[in-house]
């Protein structure tokens, strides 16, 4: 019998006993304990209320984390403010407003947003797909499923608009419908495993983001009293604890609890991360991007090509396995 055929034989051998990839990863990868995954956080609103969680399930789009009762699960960044106007989406970054909007699932397909000092307002998502679509960044065009008019008064008035002016969207059902990020040409040409499947439902670009805790408490011992920064104005999914600062710069693989992660590209950081996350508040001092950019840009992890001056911290990644994890969890790399 050739090697080949050993091979395939033996392979199939392992599907058909249930060991399937996970174990097969296990076998080819060299795996190594880096440290534990202490924060899970997820945003059910691109730019709103974040909410932290014990487990989630990591799922191609994003986390998402079953409420029970057979309540609508929380997902990661599956509802979008946009401008009805422009038809582009509407970041915390320009306006702040954004931050507190705070989202609860009632039953399977009826929710209910909140922000301070306004009433709550219910409403029964959309169940077919429509037409629209809005841009992200200048070139993305992404579908959206419209929540409707009363909604669109309610998110308008909560954020500063004219009436209507913003209305809410709300992520295909179709899970199986993925973002087409071909355009970034360069994108894929300098980070390799680049790949449409790695985007998040309306994340910046991928569906994990990664924060180690190390190099975030590396970054604010160098930023004095008053301008020190809290890590949720980094908006990670998964923080680590363990591992020595800026080692994840050469992870590559990443596994956590039953899921494995492809780390495509370092996380570049904008404006958004000088506005406080509780508050809204921006720092006068444009910290801690400021300080970010003095020791950690692209241009210094030697990547010239794509924003040269943006500074860096954490990385993105997508999904290769899905799974479930939990907090505790140990993360394990292969580089």
Same mark, same amino acid.
């Given at each position: 019998?050739?090697?080949?055929?050993?091979?395939?034989?033996? +392979?199939g051998?392992?599907?058909?006993?249930?060991?399937?990839?996970?174990?097969?990863?296990?076998?080819?990868?060299?795996?190594?304990?880096?440290?534990?995954?202490?924060?899970?956080?997820?945003?059910?609103?691109?730019?709103? !209320?974040?909410?932290?969680?014990?487990?989630?399930?990591?799922?191609?789009? $994003?986390?998402?984390?079953?409420?029970g009762?057979?309540? +609508?699960?929380?997902?990661?960044?599956?509802?979008?403010?946009?401008?009805?106007?422009?038809?582009?989406?509407?970041?915390?970054?320009?306006?702040?407003?954004?931050?507190?909007?705070?989202?609860?699932?009632?039953?399977?397909?009826?929710?209910?947003?909140?922000?301070?000092?306004?009433?709550?307002?219910?409403?029964?998502?959309?169940?077919?797909?429509?037409?629209?679509?809005?841009?992200?960044?200048k070139?993305?065009?992404?579908?959206?499923?419209?929540?409707?008019?009363?909604?669109?008064?309610?998110?308008?008035?909560?954020?500063g608009?004219?009436?209507?002016?913003?209305?809410?969207?709300?992520f295909?059902?179709?899970e199986?419908?993925?973002?087409?990020?071909?355009? !970034?040409? +360069?994108?894929?040409?300098?980070?390799?495993?680049?790949?449409?499947?790695?985007?998040?439902?309306?994340?910046?670009?991928?569906?994990?983001?990664?924060?180690?805790?190390?190099?975030f408490?590396?970054?604010?011992? !160098?930023?004095?009293?008053?301008?020190?920064?809290?890590?949720?104005?980094f908006?990670?999914?998964?923080?680590?604890? $363990?591992?020595?600062?800026?080692?994840?710069?050469?992870?590559?693989?990443?596994?956590?609890?039953?899921?494995?992660?492809?780390?495509?590209?370092?996380?570049?950081?904008?404006?958004?991360?000088?506005?406080?996350?509780?508050?809204?508040e921006?720092?006068?001092?444009?910290?801690?991007?400021?300080?970010?950019?003095?020791?950690?840009?692209?241009?210094?992890?030697?990547?010239? !090509?794509?924003?040269?001056?943006?500074?860096?911290?954490? +990385?993105?990644?997508?999904?290769?396995?899905?799974?479930?994890?939990?907090?505790?969890?140990?993360?394990?790399?292969?580089?």
């Amino acid at each position: 019998m050739s090697s080949n055929l050993s091979t395939i034989i033996g +392979l199939g051998l392992i599907v058909a006993t249930g060991l399937g990839l996970s174990w097969i990863l296990s076998r080819r990868k060299k795996w190594r304990a880096v440290g534990n995954l202490s924060k899970i956080y997820i945003y059910p609103i691109k730019s709103g !209320r974040y909410k932290e969680i014990d487990e989630a399930v990591c799922t191609p789009i $994003g986390l998402s984390f079953n409420v029970g009762n057979g309540k +609508l699960p929380l997902r990661d960044r599956v509802f979008v403010v946009y401008n009805s106007k422009t038809m582009a989406f509407l970041s915390g970054k320009v306006n702040p407003k954004m931050l507190p909007m705070n989202f609860e699932p009632k039953d399977d397909r009826t929710v209910i947003f909140s922000y301070p000092k306004k009433k709550n307002i219910e409403i029964i998502l959309p169940d077919k797909p429509d037409d629209k679509m809005i841009t992200m960044w200048k070139n993305e065009k992404i579908r959206i499923n419209d929540c409707g008019d009363e909604v669109a008064k309610w998110v308008s008035d909560a954020v500063g608009g004219e009436d209507s002016e913003f209305r809410l969207g709300y992520f295909p059902v179709d899970e199986g419908w993925r973002r087409d990020i071909s355009y !970034r040409k +360069l994108e894929f040409e300098v980070f390799k495993n680049t790949n449409n499947k790695y985007t998040g439902a309306y994340s910046d670009l991928s569906s994990y983001n990664m924060v180690n805790k190390a190099s975030f408490e590396d970054l604010n011992t !160098r930023l004095t009293d008053g301008n020190k920064a809290k890590i949720l104005n980094f908006r990670p999914n998964f923080v680590i604890e $363990g591992p020595k600062a800026y080692e994840e710069d050469n992870w590559h693989w990443i596994k956590i609890g039953d899921a494995v992660f492809e780390r495509f590209r370092p996380c570049t950081r904008c404006v958004f991360t000088t506005i406080d996350c509780d508050t809204g508040e921006k720092n006068e001092n444009i910290e801690p991007l400021s300080t970010l950019r003095k020791y950690r840009t692209m241009k210094m992890l030697g990547e010239d !090509r794509i924003d040269p001056h943006t500074p860096v911290l954490g +990385l993105n990644a997508g999904l290769y396995q899905g799974g479930k994890v939990k907090c505790g969890d140990i993360v394990y790399v292969s580089d």
